[in-house]
T-cell receptor
Framework: DQQVKQNSPSLSVQEGRISILNCDYTNSMFDYFLWYKKYPAEGPTFLISISSIKDKNEDGRFTVFLNKSAKHLSLHIVPSQPGDSAVYFCAASAFHNQGGKLIFGQGTELSVKP | AAGVIQSPRHLIKEKRETATLKCYPIPRHDTVYWYQQGPGQDPQFLIS???????DKGSIPDRFSAQQFSDYHSELNMSSLELGDSALYFC????????????FGPGTRLTVL
């Protein structure tokens, strides 16, 4: 039972263009969402997060959008840079009801081509 | 800035052996989480501790146990190792019982032969 889904295993984008990574979830108890970037053989690196009371959070080139009614969130990276190439994981937490454990999606491998 | 430290980074064991993985959280973080990531899979939550007490438990086998010590470091003990235990084991720390952002260590790659 995959509660957090990233349906695109890979995404290829040209440098300077926008990268849009998508994530869907099924558990309506989730109230906090996070995006992590991961390189092989390294730990996930926290990128950006959003609370369920918001619909947008922005940090530099990274913006996360949350659509609660659709149980969908997306990460926008603009402009994309070759150094952004990595696997991106969406994660969710039912913070107030089930503690802080994170439920991860399967990941999307982003490739930014020069 | 100080990050989460995990040791060892790599560990090779035989079947039925035991292994101990260590995690040192970011200073002043009081919550530790353990995750297991199998090949080609997403990280799966194992267990967490807040203020030295177990706070949540996920899909952790009975052969595994963990604890958090007075200095907030945590150890994951794994006994009767099986081939299927081969994976990356991540520790993450946060501030507060269910701190929003979790910061991950570099992981321990366990290989069971």
């Amino acid at each position: 039972d995959q509660q957090v889904k990233q349906n695109s295993p890979s995404l290829s984008v040209q440098e300077g263009r926008i990268s849009i990574l998508n994530c869907d979830y099924t558990n309506s108890m989730f109230d906090y969402f996070l995006w992590y970037k991961k390189y092989p053989a390294e730990g996930p690196t926290f990128l950006i997060s959003i609370s369920s009371i918001k619909d947008k959070n922005e940090d530099g080139r990274f913006t996360v959008f949350l659509n609660k009614s659709a149980k969908h969130l997306s990460l926008h990276i603009v402009p994309s840079q070759p150094g952004d190439s990595a696997v991106y994981f969406c994660a969710a937490s039912a913070f107030h009801n089930q503690g802080g454990k994170l439920i991860f999606g399967q990941g999307t491998e982003l490739s930014v081509k020069p | 800035a100080a990050g989460v430290i995990q040791s060892p980074r790599h560990l090779i064991k035989e079947k039925r052996e035991t292994a101990t993985l260590k995690c040192y959280p970011i200073p002043r973080h009081d919550t530790v989480y353990w995750y297991q990531q199998g090949p080609g899979q997403d990280p799966q939550f194992l267990i967490s501790f807040y203020e030295k007490m177990q706070s949540d438990k996920g899909s952790i086998p009975d052969r595994f146990s963990a604890q958090q010590f007075s200095d907030y470091h945590s150890e994951l003990n794994m006994s009767s190792l099986e081939l299927g235990d081969s994976a990356l084991y991540f520790c993450a720390s946060s501030s507060g019982r269910a701190g929003y952002e979790q910061f991950f260590g570099p992981g321990t790659r366990l290989t069971v032969l």
